[in-house]
C-alpha cells in the first residue's frame, strides 16, 4: 500500500487528538506521556518518517525504554501497550503498514509477577477515579474505589468501615478490630489507627452518606459505611469492583489487547478478572502507596498510613525503580 509520510511529533499529536473527543484527560495525558519517549527516541536514531519504522524498530524502542526508564515488567507492558494502541490508529491514516500493531511485543506477566508486583499505576487510577467521578459520582464503586486508592486500605479494613468511624469535623476516619461483631481487621489491635482524609474525600463520603447509602444496618445492628441493599458490602464485591473498573475499556482507554470489546469474555458480568490489565484490590493498595512514596511522603508516613512495618514495606510494597529512587535522593544533594 501507499503510506503517507509523516513526522513522529505530528503523528502523535495527531493521535492526541483524536483521543481528546473521546477519552478522559488523564487518559490522554497518559499517552501523551508515554508517547513522549517514542518521540525522543526517534529524534536520537534519526527517524523523522514513521513509514520507517519496522518491527525490528520498534524492538529496539523497547530494548531502550527498558533500559533507559529502569522499568519494571509491569510498567515495560504497560509502555508497549500504549505504542500497540497508537500503531494500530496510524495505520488508520496510512502512517505505517496496517499490520505493523501486530508486531509491537509487550513482556508477559507470570502469575508470580501478578502477585507480587503488578500495581496500578497512579495515571491508571487517576482515569479510573476521573471517569466514576463523572459518570457514577457517590455510587458504592465510586465511594469505595476512592477510598481504597486515598487511604491505602486493605478490602478488609474498607469492609470494617461504619458509618460512625467516619469523623467529618476531624475529617478522618477510624480503623477499628470488632471481631466479636465480624469484623477483625488485620494485624488485629496493632491494625486500628485513624486515617486522615482530604477535603476532597470527605465531600465525597458526604454526598454518598447523604444521598446513595442505604439505610441499612448488618446482622449485628451496626450501621456500615459501605452498604448494598442487604447490608454490609462483602470482600468479594469490593474485588468485583476492582476489577471490572481497572479494565481500561472501562474507564475509556483503548483497549492495550487488540480485544473487541463486544465480544470480550473479561466484559462479561463476573469475569473482569480474565481481562489482563484488570488488578485486585491489593494492587491498587500496592499502586497507591508507591505513588506516595514517589511523592516524597515520608517511608514512616506511609507505613504508618497504610498499617505496614518498613521491612514490609521495603519488601512487598514499595516498587519504586532504583532510577526512580536516586532521582528523590537528589533533591537533597544541594542540601549537603
Known amino acids: 500500500m501507499n503510506l503517507e509520510p509523516i513526522d513522529p511529533e505530528k503523528a502523535v499529536e495527531l493521535y492526541l487528538a483524536e483521543r481528546e473527543t473521546q477519552y478522559a484527560d488523564a487518559t490522554v495525558r497518559s499517552h501523551r506521556s508515554r508517547l513522549g519517549h517514542l518521540v525522543r527516541w526517534c529524534e536520537e536514531n534519526d527517524i523523522d518518517n514513521m513509514n520507517d519504522l519496522t518491527g525490528r524498530r520498534l524492538h529496539e524502542y523497547r530494548i531502550w525504554r527498558r533500559n533507559e526508564g529502569d522499568l519494571s515488567v509491569a510498567s515495560e507492558k504497560t509502555q508497549m501497550d500504549t505504542v500497540r494502541v497508537f500503531t494500530r490508529w496510524l495505520a488508520s491514516i496510512d502512517g505505517v503498514p496496517p499490520e505493523l500493531h501486530q508486531k509491537v511485543q509487550s513482556p508477559s506477566v507470570s502469575a508470580e509477577q501478578n502477585t507480587r508486583h503488578v500495581m496500578l499505576e497512579s495515571e491508571d487510577a487517576e482515569a479510573m477515579l476521573d471517569h466514576l467521578e463523572k459518570y457514577e459520582y457517590a455510587s458504592r464503586r465510586h465511594v469505595t474505589l476512592s477510598l481504597l486508592w486515598h487511604t491505602m486500605m486493605r478490602r478488609g479494613g474498607a469492609r470494617s468501615l461504619d458509618v460512625e468511624d467516619y469523623q467529618r469535623e476531624e ?123 514517589n511523592q516524597d511522603v515520608p517511608e514512616t508516613a506511609v507505613g504508618d498510613r497504610a498499617n505496614v512495618s518498613q521491612e514490609v514495606l521495603d519488601q512487598h510494597y514499595d516498587r519504586r525503580t532504583d532510577r526512580e529512587k536516586m532521582e528523590l535522593r537528589r533533591q537533597y544533594l544541594d542540601d549537603l
Not at 491494625?191 to 482530604?198: D, K, M, P, Q, T
Not at 468479594?236 to 473498573?245: D, L, N, P, S
Request: aromatic share 4%; hydrophobic share 25%.
Open 171 to 293: 475529617q478522618c476516619l477510624s480503623v477499628v478490630s470488632r471481631p466479636e461483631t465480624g469484623t477483625r481487621i488485620k494485624n488485629g489491635k496493632n491494625g486500628e489507627r485513624l486515617i486522615a482524609l482530604s477535603d476532597r474525600m470527605c465531600v465525597l463520603l458526604d454526598d454518598w452518606i447523604q444521598n446513595k447509602r442505604p439505610d441499612v444496618t448488618d446482622e449485628h445492628g451496626r450501621e456500615p459505611l459501605l452498604a448494598t441493599a442487604q447490608g454490609r458490602v462483602s470482600k468479594a464485591t469490593i474485588a468485583r469492583a476492582c476489577y471490572q473498573y481497572t479494565q481500561p475499556c472501562t474507564y475509556d482507554e483503548p483497549c492495550p489487547h487488540d480485544r473487541n470489546p463486544e465480544t470480550c469474555d473479561a466484559v462479561q458480568h463476573g469475569h473482569a478478572s480474565k481481562c489482563p490489565s484488570s488488578v485486585s484490590p491489593h494492587a491498587i493498595r500496592r499502586g497507591s502507596i508507591t505513588y506516595s512514596l
